[in-house]
């Protein structure tokens, strides 16, 4: 069935320092890959996507891969701050459908 | 505020008691979307709405919940005779039609549920 895998599940990283989250999916279908961060007390925001037609997408401090063969897709924060602390959520939408299926979540901390 | 509105932010209910809870999406998105996170789990679906009709239903959703969308507008989302199992954050997110489907949802804050 539909299945997203998210690792670690917590991720400790110096500040400065880079941190980086895998997640893999089941179907192949799946063709949209957007990653989320949540923050206590809030929903879940947005923070890039990427398309299964693209290997890679940079932001300003962050970036994605996606390798569609190995369906695997990676999320890169560089140069880490204190407010990148939170829970962050890769996940991927089926062709078919238009739900999200999410990951377990990763909570990043950031050591001063 | 122009985003996703949930009301109310906090529920506390004994038992075998109904709750609804209201989700009020951005005024111009047609699909309106239902998740359930538990803690330390990622959200999990629920159901969508396109306009009024409601197009899908995930397995979870046991038949004492049901939710509706009467006028395309808000939606409400409604569990009786609630058990402890049903304990968690209820987000609702919406998007626009528009552009095809890699439109972002855009989530509410959510309603967190606690059954005693």
């Known amino acids: 069935g539909e299945n997203v895998e998210q690792h670690p599940s917590t991720l400790s990283v110096q500040e400065g320092d880079s941190a980086v989250i895998k997640c893999t999916y089941s179907?192949?279908?799946?063709?949209?890959f957007p990653w989320y961060k949540q923050e206590l007390g809030k929903g879940p925001q947005l923070i890039i996507d990427?398309?299964?037609?693209?290997g890679e997408k940079k932001d300003q401090r962050i970036a994605v891969t996606l390798n569609k063969t190995a369906k695997h897709f990676s999320l890169h924060i560089t140069e880490t701050q204190p407010e990148d602390s939170a829970v962050y959520f890769c996940?991927?939408?089926?062709?078919?459908?238009?739900?999200?299926?999410f990951g377990s979540g990763t909570r990043l901390s950031i050591r001063p | 505020d122009t985003g996703v509105s949930q009301d109310p932010r906090h529920k506390i209910t004994k038992r075998g008691q109904n709750v609804t809870f209201r989700c009020d999406p951005i005024s111009e998105h047609n699909r309106l979307y239902w998740y359930r996170q538990t803690l330390g789990q990622g959200p999990e679906f629920l159901t969508y709405?396109?306009?009024?009709?409601?197009?899908?239903k995930s397995r979870l959703l046991s038949d004492r919940f049901s939710a509706e969308r009467p006028k395309g507008s808000f939606s409400t989302l409604e569990i009786q005779r609630t058990e402890q199992g049903d304990s968690a954050m209820y987000l609702c997110a919406s998007r626009s039609g528009a552009g095809g489907f890699y439109n972002e949802q855009f989530f509410g804050p959510g309603t967190r549920l606690t059954v005693l």
């Open positions: 996940a991927a939408t089926y062709s078919s459908a238009s739900k999200i299926i």
């Open positions: 990427i398309r299964s037609n693209v």
């Open positions: 709405f396109q306009n009024e009709a409601q197009l899908e």
């Open positions: 179907d192949s279908a799946s063709n949209y």
